[in-house]
Every structure is written in C-alpha cells, then in structure tokens.
C-alpha cells in the first residue's frame, strides 16, 4: 500500500491490492471469511476460517468442498465415506471428493440367503485377510476379520461353493460339498476381536481334557476353547461380545458326554473372565494346522455336540 510516501508492506494478515498510489491503507477479512481476490467472501455452511489474509476456508470434517456451477459450498459425504480438510475454494472450479474409510477390523454381516441358518462352517476372503464365518442357528450372523480390511474388499455377490475362486469361499471340512448361498456385507463399525480368559476352578485340579466349544448369547456368540494343559487358557473371539453374553461360571454338567472317548459327564467347574483390549492375527480356528497332530477338519470345533453347548 502507498504510505504517502512509498509502497509499504502490510502487517501481518493484513493485504492490499496494490498498483496505485491511492491504495493508502491495508485490508483485512473476518473470522469465517476469505479474500476471493476481489473482497472478503463468507466461508460457506459447515466449514470455518481464519479471516485475516486467507484464500480459502475450511470444510468441516465428512465435508467435502462442492461447485455448483456458481457458488461453492461444504456438502457432507454419505457415510460411510469420510474426509478431512477439504477447503473452498479449490484451485479448479469442480468439486472435491470424499475418501473411503480407512482400513480396519471392520465388522461383517454374513446372511443366508437360500435359508435360515447354516450348520456347515465356513471361511471367504477379503482381499488378502481370510474370515471364519463359523456357523449360526440365524439367518444373519456378524464376524470380525482378524486383521484390517480395506473398504471395498469383500466380495459383493453370492458366497458360495460355485464362486470359491473369486471369493475364497470353502468350508471347514474339504470334502463338504454344499450349495449353500451367502453374501457378505461391510458394516461402518471398526470391531473389536475380544478375548476371554477360561479358568478351571475345581481345587487341586490341572487342565482339562474335554474340548470344550461354548455358545451363549442372543447371537450366539461362538467361544473355541479346545482343551488345555494348565488351568487357564484365554480364547479370542472372531463374534462382537458384550458383557455378560455368556455366563461368569459353568460346569462340567453342561457336557455330559466327553466328545472324544464317549464316557459320562466331567464334574469340571469353570470361569469365563472377559480380557481388556482387542486382538489381531489369525487363531487356531483361522488358520487350522496341517501337523500330524492337528488335522485341516477338527469335529470338536467345527461340529460340537448339543452335550458341549453352553447356555
């Protein structure tokens, strides 16, 4: 600006036009306004700025900067599609976009569609990350992946036998043979693979032979304990559980008939502790082991018996 008796520079956040010797003294814009180049312009709804000399505001966060053709405004994104710091104006005059939704254990609903529940076990994949959709008694079930997925990974058709090349679909047991129908849907929920911690309580006791896998809850909520050399073993679940979906303390009463050598009922008596923090990496059920020991098709995880349900 012209100081009367040369060009001077404005003070910080202040700006001037410039180019004559009648510009005198130096602007400034308002909190929420920007300077267009011609004037301070109000920041549009949904966004804020810092007035001074700015050139732009700033769209609220899941705000994206859209062009009308002759106005600028903050829109919002259609979840579950996010973003952060999209400014008005850009330096086109077309709209920005929003981002999909960063990668995470996001929670998947799996529904029957040929059916109303299923009995067969079974794995698909998103991306890279493999899912255990184990079994439910309802026709909707929701699994978390062991590892972040990216938005958009899953497969979008029919899950089944007939589409295991592009979808990773395959049953527990190889030889399975079902026709089976499902599909998966990504939810917005970043889920949280919980853990419990199973203690045997009998007094003097060591482990627990029975393989033991628990459902309880509405849902149910699956919980793969197998059997155990010390008292205490804690089990990761690959199902949303809240506090209290399965009991604090059950017997050896709820499994009268050891599933593996067929004698009477244990008189085991047992804790369920729910663990702090969520898990990641594939469980035993995700990644079966191939050793001698450990067969690909394991009946007491797969397939319990009505005698090893917990409710």
């Not at 900067?65 to 710091?85: E, I, L, N, Q």
């Not at 995700?286 to 995880?301: F, L």
Request: overall charge negative; hydrophobic content about 25%.
């Amino acid at each position: 600006y012209w100081s009367g008796q040369a060009c001077a520079t404005c003070p910080a956040g202040q700006f001037s036009l410039g180019g004559a010797e009648t510009t005198t003294s130096c602007i400034t814009c308002n909190a929420n306004e920007y300077w267009s180049g011609q004037a301070c312009v109000a920041c549009p709804g949904d966004s804020v700025g810092a007035g001074g000399s700015a050139t732009s505001c700033t769209c609220n966060d899941d705000h994206h900067a859209h062009w009308s053709g002759s106005d600028w405004s903050c829109a919002a994104c259609t979840a579950p599609y996010v973003k952060t710091g999209s400014v008005v104006p850009q330096s086109m005059l077309s709209s920005d976009s929003c981002d999909d939704p960063p990668p995470c254990q996001r929670e998947l609903l799996v529904t029957r569609v040929d059916g109303t529940d299923w009995a067969a076990p079974f794995y698909f994949t998103c991306g890279d990350v493999k899912v255990y959709a184990g079994r439910s008694n309802l026709q909707n079930k929701t699994v978390i992946p062991p590892n972040n997925i990216a938005w958009g990974s899953c497969p979008t058709g029919e899950l089944s036998l007939a589409t295991s090349n592009s979808t990773g679909f395959a049953y527990a047991y190889p030889d399975w043979a079902y026709t089976d129908k499902f599909n998966v849907e990504e939810t917005v929920t970043c889920g949280c693979r919980k853990k419990v911690r199973i203690t045997r309580t009998d007094q003097g006791a060591t482990g627990w032979g029975p393989f033991m896998t628990l459902r309880c809850g509405g849902a149910p909520v699956e919980v793969i304990v197998g059997d155990s050399s010390s008292n205490t073993k804690d089990v990761t679940l690959f199902s949303p559980y809240n506090t209290g979906d399965c009991p604090s303390t059950f017997s050896g009463s709820t499994f009268p008939t050891d599933p593996i050598d067929g004698r009477g009922g244990h008189p085991y008596n047992f804790q369920l502790t729910e663990l702090s923090g969520c898990d990641t990496g594939p469980q035993f059920y995700d990644t079966p082991p191939t050793d001698g020991n450990y067969p690909n098709y394991q009946q007491w995880i797969y397939e319990p018996n009505a005698d090893q349900l917990a409710s």
